[in-house]
């Protein structure tokens, strides 16, 4: 009881820190959402502006996008990182090399990622440069558009190119250590590959594949770089519309602003309730692995 004490005292000033930053920002952009905002005379809370925001006509599309390109690069990068950490941990040995080469990509600025989608995936790209070369299209702009589409397919692959290291980072380690304790005996008892990884490895690791899923999807719903890079002008999503807003020079388009950040915010925070519900059974597996590895 007194080794917890001292460990909560140990981390209470950086608590007190990150809890009094992040709070007090949180009450001051509810604060001007409700629309106070004494320097231009406004000084009764509304909700006119949460309603004006999310009454807009450009509000549903935005939404369905951001959830669009958010559910779709996280699916992407839940396949592709997941299957180069099994893959990884199924025929490479860990190294200081290997781990280096897996969080590589994540030093990419997002800005960098959106140019190198622009430069190859673009109508004048490189891709539809290649294409008009072999004579498989007679015009450059025959190419599929994969930027600056309706869709939304070059925001989703964009943020999918961040979001894909990131989860083979999270589930590499526990896809290892499976494999160095169960794998082990799996192993003995003669499991070949496929057996090995559809009833040992994924079975075990599918808690971290969940969290590195919920925390990629409240990236991508949030993530305002990528989608102002590759984004149309409309819809757009909801992070770029609240930018726009903000900068806005009429300042009563502040408010609804600070609005939609708002509305960002508590998705987020039911993203938030569903991850710590995921990282009680991704503790729980932690746990069971290094009980399996002192056995």
Same mark, same amino acid.
């Given at each position: 009881?007194?080794?917890?004490?001292?460990?909560?005292?140990?981390?209470?000033?950086?608590?007190?820190?990150?809890?009094?930053?992040?709070?007090?920002?949180?009450?001051?952009?509810?604060?001007?959402?409700?629309?106070?905002?004494?320097?231009?005379?406004?000084?009764?809370? +509304? %909700?006119?502006?949460?309603?004006?925001?999310?009454?807009?006509? !450009?509000?549903?599309?935005?939404?369905?996008?951001?959830?669009?390109?958010?559910?779709?690069? +996280?699916?992407?990068?839940?396949?592709?990182?997941?299957? &180069?950490?099994?893959?990884?941990?199924? !025929?490479?040995?860990?190294? !200081?090399?290997?781990?280096?080469?897996?969080?590589?990509?994540?030093?990419? /600025?997002?800005?960098?990622?959106?140019?190198?989608?622009?430069?190859?995936?673009?109508?004048?790209?490189?891709?539809?440069?290649? %294409?008009?070369?072999?004579?498989?299209?007679?015009?450059?702009?025959?190419?599929?558009?994969?930027?600056?589409?309706?869709?939304?397919?070059?925001?989703?692959?964009?943020?999918?190119?961040?979001?894909?290291?990131?989860?083979?980072?999270?589930?590499? /380690?526990?896809?290892?250590?499976?494999?160095?304790?169960?794998?082990?005996?799996?192993?003995? %008892?003669?499991?070949?590959?496929? +057996?090995?990884?559809?009833? &040992?490895?994924?079975?075990?690791? !599918?808690?971290?594949?969940?969290?590195?899923?919920?925390?990629?999807?409240?990236?991508?719903?949030?993530?305002?770089?990528?989608?102002?890079?590759?984004?149309?002008?409309? /819809?757009? +999503?909801?992070?770029?519309?609240?930018?726009?807003?903000?900068?806005?020079?009429?300042?009563?388009?502040?408010?609804?602003?600070?609005?939609?950040?708002?509305?960002?915010?508590?998705?987020?925070? &039911?993203?938030? &309730?569903?991850?710590?519900?995921?990282?009680?059974?991704?503790?729980?597996?932690?746990?069971?692995?290094?009980?399996?590895?002192?056995?």
């Amino acid at each position: 009881m007194k080794l917890r004490f001292v460990h909560y005292l140990s981390i209470t000033p950086a608590l007190l820190i990150i809890v009094g930053l992040f709070g007090g920002g949180m009450i001051l952009a509810l604060v001007r959402a409700l629309g106070i905002f004494p320097a231009y005379g406004l000084v009764v809370p +509304t %909700l006119d502006f949460f309603e004006r925001a999310t009454g807009s006509s !450009w509000f549903l599309p935005s939404l369905a996008l951001t959830t669009r390109v958010a559910a779709l690069s +996280t699916l992407i990068a839940v396949l592709a990182g997941t299957g &180069v950490a099994l893959g990884a941990a199924l !025929w490479l040995r860990p190294s !200081w090399r290997l781990r280096i080469g897996l969080q590589l990509p994540l030093y990419l /600025p997002h800005l960098i990622v959106a140019n190198m989608l622009l430069v190859v995936f673009s109508q004048s790209g490189l891709v539809p440069r290649f %294409l008009y070369a072999v004579g498989w299209i007679s015009e450059m702009s025959d190419a599929p558009p994969l930027i600056y589409d309706e869709f939304g397919l070059g925001i989703a692959l964009g943020l999918a190119l961040k979001e894909t290291p990131f989860v083979a980072v999270l589930v590499f /380690p526990f896809a290892s250590s499976v494999l160095e304790t169960y794998g082990r005996v799996a192993r003995t %008892l003669g499991a070949r590959a496929p +057996t090995l990884l559809f009833r &040992v490895v994924l079975p075990m690791t !599918w808690p971290a594949v969940a969290t590195a899923a919920i925390i990629s999807f409240a990236y991508g719903f949030s993530s305002f770089e990528i989608p102002y890079v590759l984004g149309r002008t409309y /819809p757009r +999503t909801l992070s770029n519309v609240a930018y726009e807003l903000y900068t806005s020079a009429e300042p009563l388009d502040r408010p609804e602003a600070i609005a939609i950040g708002v509305v960002i915010v508590l998705i987020n925070a &039911v993203l938030a &309730v569903a991850y710590f519900a995921f990282s009680r059974r991704y503790d729980a597996l932690l746990r069971q692995i290094r009980v399996g590895q002192t056995a």
